[in-house]
């Protein structure tokens, strides 16, 4: 269970490489979500090649670092992820959204290894979390436990409910990172100060206050900054065992990130590539005729 | 061919235009719901809260005190899983005149899977007391069930399908009421259907007449109220339910409890889906796998035809 070290050319091959997966495979399956999963990839990236105790080979390892995808809908991100970092072939990307495969609209641990939770149902990952964190506690193991939320997505109750538990239990072992994108899938018309078209989900609201007044220990970082979020993961992992009190890292990204025609744009929630779209974005990421999903 | 969740935003824009009494409350998912299209029409009339399902029956409540009739607009089964507990207590339990709109019921909702199916909403809506349940075949009877809705007191649950069927009825169907109807007179069976799946067991039952089994074709757009004699009546010896709906509960519990509770002699068979979890995957793909495409159908109903009268069903 070797920490893996990429360096930050590597990360940013990796990126362009994995959202054109991205992109091409949902063009394929007729089906699947592009802005969460273009925005979050450089966080998965930097967890996964460098900061996950994790062993591909062994994804059911008792010590091994957990991972909670509670955006559920952004699955596709994370399967293409788990596939370059060599948990199963890439070329079963291309079974996405077909039936009869691991590679479910929304993650099943049940159905691929590497999940460690199924979510779908949005709110409920950080629940999930802390229900590991508190359990690793009590059984004394020393694994972290990391949990990605969407900037929507904490409009649900649950998450605050979650919120206050893990301050209540002082969990230090678990961190949440909340991909703030500005977008949600509808939400509300933009005003004069929002950085998209649509309006951003806490327009007016200071999403660390909340936080910091649930007793959360509060990370501001420019998710797509390898640098700055390789300092984050490293702080609030490090804070386990002595802080006594959870860590929420607040990324601020770009929805569709990578892909200019997607990069925020609410419309691209969700979306199939036309062969133009797709041209065009196989060029911007610079990816080779031969890279993609091929049926 | 129209998706009935674009009917229902369409209706929904007509009726607001006139009855300043419907409101729709979203949880950020208009542009799949097609609640968007009142948005853009009735914007004073549209609550957007966000993604909250049971902030949202709260808030539609509220607002039914003060004479508004509300429209739930989310994908069904956060209402009726994730929402149940306000949906029994404030709208079940008083009696409001919340609209319960069950988008993307059923199997079929654009590959999201497992997670997004509302394959158990009849069940659980019709053990609400005071809930009518409602589950049109079509676009057309659609459109009738909404603007039916518009002067209904009290809360109701409609079912919703997200990509659309061959239409069963006219373009200008309205009911004088929500009796189950005869589509087709047959000696041989009957089938008892209800929601698309009614679209889908015309297409059975039209392949049934062609390998030689005279079927009788019940629709039920209403699972309750329910006029039990009226149906009970419409039965002959076997019957057989489909729905796009696990087995348990659904329309096929509700005839078994009708046929059960009047000693009556009709085996009943319920097709349906079976105890268990489904997948993501196209249409097509979900209704062969999981036995509820035309063909899929006609086969399991010749199956149950060729056994002695009298066979229990299942
Ligand atoms: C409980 C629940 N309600 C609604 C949905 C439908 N839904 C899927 S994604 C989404 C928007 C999510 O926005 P956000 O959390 O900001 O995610 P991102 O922008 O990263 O895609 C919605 C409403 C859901 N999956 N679960
Ligand atoms: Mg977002």
Redesign the pocket.
Known sequence: MTHHTASAEELEALARHARWLVLSTVADAGAG?I??PL??MDLLLALYFNHLRIDPSDPHRDDRDRFVLS????AIGLYTVLALRGYFDPAELATFDHGDSRLQGHPDMRMLPGIDAST????QGLSVAVGMALGARLQQRDFHTWVL?????IE?GMVWEAAYAASRYGLDNVTAIV?R?G???YGWPAGASDRFDRRD?WAGKDVGAIFRGFGWDVIDIDGHDHAEIDRALETACGARGSAGRPTVILAETV?GKGVSFTEGTYRW?NGIATADQLAAARAELGQPETVGVAR | MIAQRQVWGETLVELGASDDRIVVVD???ANSTKADLFAAAHPERFVEVG?A?QNMVGIAFGLSTLGYRPWLS??GV?LTH?ALDPIRMLVSQTGAAVRIAGAYSGLLNGRSGKT?QDVADLAIMRTMPGMTVLAPADEHEMRAAVRWAADHDGPLYLRIARDAVAPVFDIDTTWEDWAPRMLRDGGDITVVSTGVQTSRCVDAVRLLADRGIDARHIHVPMLKPLDEDRLAGLLGERVVTVEEHTMIGGLGGLVAEIVAARRSTQTVTRLGLADGWSESGPDAFLLDKYGLSASRIADRIVGVHSRPVGTPGV
């Open positions: 979500h802005g969460g925005s979050q955006k559920g809908h952004t779908g149902s949005l709110g939320l969407g900037d929507g997505e649900e991909d994108n977008l949600q899938q989900p929805k929630h | 949880g950020d998912l993604i399902e989310t994908f956060f994730r997004h």
